[in-house]
């Protein structure tokens, strides 16, 4: 007997032709998977469509489309148990760099298919609002604001880049109180930043080492320089440790871990959640442990290897 998903395809995603990627995922899928296939639009977002998948009783849900719709589907079923697949199709795809998801069309059906999952952590916004990567305030958050679909349609990723670069013009500071479950923190910070998973690329999140998205905690950034100079070599030292894998050392860069986070400013400052702008500070972030389940590759078990050299007194006879 087939296994069951439910297909929402964001036919506007990315810069390739939707038409030939649907067909693509079709010709990949549906020898193993019945399909039902269920199309964005302008008036139906991803998150409506999974929500009404849900409650069918779907055994489980497959996105493909850019960050937003994968982001939107994932936290409609956050916390139901059901397994999503993800097909990433668009611009920057944090989603599946964020957690170690392949990201062409091929191999992200080829997981899907393998039926292999793993479950991990979400997080709620303010109660209510689901999120799957990471929430900025401030710098983060304006310069998504500023990044438009032209921007993305012609650059793509440099687009961020782009916008980053000149959102530093009119870098600002404001003061932010952060408090968690067992204390109180007060900075002056160009920028905060809550991680549940983030991606190497998504710079102002890798304060600490690595983004761990499985631990029951959320991964908190604080960016704190004190001029345009020391936010552009922060910025460069944070895409450091992101490459590197190790925790920051700059004093105008604090990192902690929390299962809760309540975030206010002064002034108020914008708010971006999983890419989307959301409205503005204070902001409240709770870790929902083991809240999502996704389809993931199979990993090779390394070879078991030997080594007997450099001991001493050591003799090895071959048989």
Excluded at 45 to 74: H, K, M, N, P
Excluded at 222 to 245: D, F, R, W
Aim: hydrophobic share 45%; with cysteine.
């Amino acid at each position: 007997m087939k296994r069951s998903a439910c297909l929402i395809f964001n036919p506007a995603a990315g810069q390739s032709n939707p038409e030939q990627d649907l067909a693509l995922i079709r010709q990949l899928l549906e020898p193993t998977i019945d399909l039902e296939i269920r199309l964005t639009t302008p008036e139906l977002d991803g998150a409506e469509i999974a929500l009404e998948a849900v409650s069918r009783g779907v055994e489980s849900i497959i996105a493909s489309g850019g960050d937003g719709t994968l982001s939107a589907v994932a936290g409609a079923i956050v916390g139901t148990n059901i397994p999503l697949g993800i097909v990433s199709r668009g611009t920057a795809n944090a989603f599946a760099n964020a957690l170690d998801l392949p990201n062409t069309i091929e191999t992200a059906c080829e997981t899907i298919l393998g039926g292999l999952t793993r479950v991990v952590d979400a997080g709620i916004c303010n109660g209510k609002l689901p999120m799957v990567l990471l929430a900025g305030v401030g710098f983060e958050a304006e310069t998504v604001e500023m990044t438009d679909r032209e921007m993305k349609n012609r650059w793509g990723m440099l687009a961020y880049v782009l916008s980053g670069i000149k959102q530093l013009n009119n870098l600002e500071r404001f003061e932010a109180e952060i408090e968690t479950e067992d204390k109180i923190v007060t900075v002056t910070a160009v920028a905060v930043t809550v991680a549940n998973a983030a991606p190497p690329t998504s710079i102002l999140a890798q304060g600490p080492a690595g983004i761990i998205f499985d631990d029951g905690l959320l991964d908190i950034t604080l960016v704190a320089p004190e001029n345009k100079a020391g936010a552009i070599a922060a910025s460069y030292h944070l895409l450091q440790t992101a490459l590197t894998g190790n925790a920051s050392d700059r004093d105008d860069i604090g990192y902690m871990r929390a299962k809760k986070i309540k975030i206010s400013t002064d002034p108020p400052q914008k708010v971006v959640l999983d890419g989307e702008i959301i409205g503005m500070t204070p902001l409240f972030i709770e870790c929902v442990p083991g809240g999502l389940t996704v389809f993931v590759p199979r990993v090779e078990e390394p070879p078991v290897t030997e080594k007997l050299t450099g001991l001493s007194d050591i003799k090895v006879v071959l048989k």
